[in-house]
């Protein structure tokens, strides 16, 4: 099976600074971490805020998935953290 993402739910984690979201190869789920920290552009000082962080995965979804994909592909683990190096660009260019 491949790895697919029927539910576009996903949940800031305050604490650990994650954004947390499933994927499911089969009737395996994955949860995938995304650390915020991904979109914080180098030297601002604005503080972003949770429906902040979301907005910026909601609008680079497409992009967040196809590595998500990727990683699963090379690691097929039950949790993934993604990084920096998976997206081998930043995201905060994006944003």
Do not use: C, W
Not at 12 to 34: A, K, M, S, W
Not at 35 to 53: C, H, I, M, N, W
């Amino acid at each position: 099976m491949t790895l697919s993402f029927p539910n576009p739910t996903r949940a800031y984690d305050e604490t650990r600074g994650l954004i947390r979201f499933i994927g499911h190869d089969g009737l395996n789920q994955v949860l995938f971490l995304l650390p915020v920290a991904l979109f914080e552009r180098e030297g601002s000082t604005t503080t972003r805020k949770q429906r902040d962080y979301l907005l910026a995965f909601d609008r680079l979804r497409d992009r967040i998935l196809t590595t998500a994909r990727q990683a699963y592909q090379s690691r097929r683990r039950q949790t993934i953290e993604l990084d920096l190096r998976a997206f081998g660009s930043s995201l905060q260019s994006a944003t």
